[in-house]
T-cell receptor, first 112, second 113 residues
Framework: EAQVTQNPRYLITVTGKKLTVTCSQN?????MSWYRQDPGLGLRQIYY???????DKGDVPEGYKVSRKEKRNFPLILESPSPNQTSLYFC???????????FGQGTRLTVV | GENVEQHPSTLSVQEGDSAVIKCTYS??????FPWYKQELGKRPQLIID?????GEKKDQRIAVTLNKTAKHFSLHITETQPEDSAVYFC????????????FGSGTRLLVRP
């Protein structure tokens, strides 16, 4: 089954404790992105990757890191999480060009 | 950069009525406009999209219209049903930078039985 898989689905952590949210897709998509969803703000792009070892900042990259060592995986790293990073996070993947973006199930992160 | 504005933020309609959600974009280079539906607790999923070489596209009860001159595009849902209740997001991107999909702020649609 074609899918984008994120883990964990829910995470509560404390300020400053490094964490990683994993994202994996099995559709051989070149493009992958991370978004955060906050009430009234829609989906805002954090980072995107056009292919292996090619990543760039989206609209809200501060406080986040990513890596793309393999085509299927695109982890999101929060080196020192802060309460303002409490949000619902989505990973998405797609082929190049104007094609459908497939989203993961989402990760609800709470930083206390 | 691109900015997408979406209205209204909430919309309540009676079952069977039509619903219209409107978006405007700022970057004239944008030429791809998808709409995503997000049911409660679920992931966003594409329901329809339109490219700038087309003015209107229909798929059963949903349709999207595009006015390139005014930089407006709209989602129309006819004969609404309770299962249409969800949050709807419009988005925009350009062919040269299709990895950057800019979303509107979302519309929460409630269809009353």
């Amino acid at each position: 089954e074609a899918q984008v898989t994120q883990n964990p689905r829910y995470l509560i952590t404390v300020t400053g404790k490094k964490l990683t949210v994993t994202c994996s897709q099995n559709m051989n998509h070149e493009y992958m992105s991370w978004y955060r969803q906050d009430p009234g703000l829609g989906l805002r792009q954090i980072y995107y990757s056009m292919n292996v070892e090619v990543t760039d900042k989206g609209d809200v990259p501060e406080g986040y890191k990513v890596s793309r060592k393999e085509k299927r995986n695109f982890p999101l790293i929060l080196e020192s999480p802060s309460p303002n990073q409490t949000s619902l996070y989505f990973c998405a993947s797609s082929f190049p060009g104007q094609t459908e973006a497939f989203f993961g199930q989402g990760t609800r992160l709470t930083v206390v | 950069g691109e900015n997408v504005e979406q209205h209204p933020s909430t919309l309540s309609v009676q079952e069977g009525d039509s619903a219209v959600i409107k978006c405007t974009y700022s970057d004239s280079a944008s030429n791809y406009f998808p709409w995503y539906k997000q049911e409660l607790g679920k992931r966003p999923q594409l329901i329809i999209d339109i490219r700038s070489n087309v003015g209107e596209k229909k798929d059963q009860r949903i349709a999207v219209t595009l006015n390139k001159t005014a930089k407006h595009f709209s989602l129309h849902i006819t004969e609404t049903q309770p299962e249409d209740s969800a949050v709807y997001f419009c988005a925009a991107s350009s062919l040269d930078s299709s990895y950057k999909l800019i979303f509107g702020s979302g519309t929460r649609l409630l269809v009353r039985p």
